[in-house]
Structure formats: structure tokens, C-alpha cells
């Protein structure tokens, strides 16, 4: 069984910076990309940014130039460092993995952005 779990949301002020961390653990074989999605109240899940094996990366044209998405395959992990964070960034922020041809997501972080 393949797990992803996620850390590092919370409460931010406008300007402010999070960092997302998301670990995957059971019987993985390759992974292929890696990433993150967000869902905002009353909106449909979003990707934000993903990160293929070999490292090419993909970003939503919103978080260009704020967020950095990276990648440890020793260790399984993927991050999202998340700078200059603003109000429309508030979401629920989930980790996704694809392996083996499967698609596996995480339980979801919040993040809000208030002053």
C-alpha cells in the first residue's frame, strides 16, 4: 500500500512564505512525476506545479516566479517552497504521485493567506 504525506501548511500573512513537504512510503516501484494540486472553497482541484523523474518541471501560469517545486528520489519526496504568498492562494494543497501507471494523492494541507 502506497501512502503520500503531506506537512508544512498553515497560516500565513500576505507577503509571507510557506514550504510544503510531501513524503511517499509503501511498495513503490518508479515514479514518474510528481506534484501538487490545490483546491480552493467552492472550486475545482487545480494543478499548481509538477515535476517529472528526470526534473523538468510545469507550473500554473498564477505561481510563475513565487513557488519552486523539487524532488528527492532517494528519498521520495517531492516540496513546493511557496514565496510572496498571496489571498487567492488560500487552498487545500494536495501531494500527487504517479507510479507504476497509478495516480496516488494525499490527504491535503491547508493553506491560508490573512492578514
Known amino acids: 500500500q502506497v501512502q503520500l504525506v503531506e506537512s508544512g501548511g498553515g497560516l500565513v500573512q500576505p507577503g509571507g512564505s510557506l514550504r510544503l513537504s510531501c513524503a511517499a512510503s509503501?511498495?513503490?516501484?518508479?515514479?514518474?512525476?510528481m506534484g501538487w494540486y490545490r483546491q480552493a472553497s467552492g472550486k475545482q482541484r487545480a494543478l499548481v506545479a509538477r515535476?517529472?523523474?528526470?526534473?523538468?518541471?510545469t507550473y500554473v501560469d498564477s505561481v510563475k516566479g513565487r513557488f519552486t517545486i523539487s524532488r528527492d528520489n532517494a528519498k521520495n519526496t517531492v516540496a513546493l517552497q511557496m514565496n510572496s504568498l498571496k489571498a487567492d492562494d488560500t487552498a487545500v494543497y494536495y501531494c500527487?504521485?504517479?507510479?507504476?501507471?497509478?495516480?496516488?494523492w494525499g490527504q491535503g494541507t491547508q493553506v491560508t493567506v490573512s492578514s
Open positions: 500527487f504521485m504517479v507510479s507504476g501507471g497509478t495516480l496516488y
Open positions: 509503501g511498495s513503490i516501484s518508479s515514479i514518474n512525476d
Open positions: 515535476i517529472a523523474s528526470p526534473g523538468g518541471t
